[in-house]
């Protein structure tokens, strides 16, 4: 027969295992939910949203970006070349 000690310690470890295992359980239902909480939110807000920049600063932007990649990149470039790279 097993000692009172130990059916102590073994109901102890079943109830905190079974504790345990609803506390997860329930933690991970509530992560869910407020997983598909944002996501609802989120698909309804990407459909009101605009574009944050509008055609024009497009073009802005890429005539900016394509003169600094010119002027920065420009004497790598002159060097390779002049290498025969």
Same mark, same amino acid.
């Given at each position: 027969?097993?000692?009172? &000690? =130990?059916?102590?310690? &073994?109901?102890?470890? =079943?109830?905190? $295992? ?9 933690? %991970? ?14 698909? $309804? ?12 600063? %497009? ?7 394509? %003169?600094?990649?010119?002027?920065? &990149?420009?004497?790598?470039? =002159? =060097?390779?070349? $002049?290498?025969?790279?």
């Amino acid at each position: 027969m097993i000692s009172v &000690l =130990a059916q102590e310690r &073994l109901l102890g470890g =079943a109830l905190g $295992s079974v504790l345990a295992g609803v506390v997860v359980f329930e933690q %991970r239902k509530c992560i869910y939910k407020s997983i598909a909480n944002n996501q609802s939110q989120m698909e $309804s807000h990407s459909l009101k949203t605009e574009p944050i920049f509008g055609k024009k600063s %497009r073009s802005e932007f890429a005539h900016l970006w394509n %003169r600094t990649v010119d002027k920065t &990149l420009g004497p790598v470039i =002159a =060097a390779l070349s $002049s290498r025969g790279w």
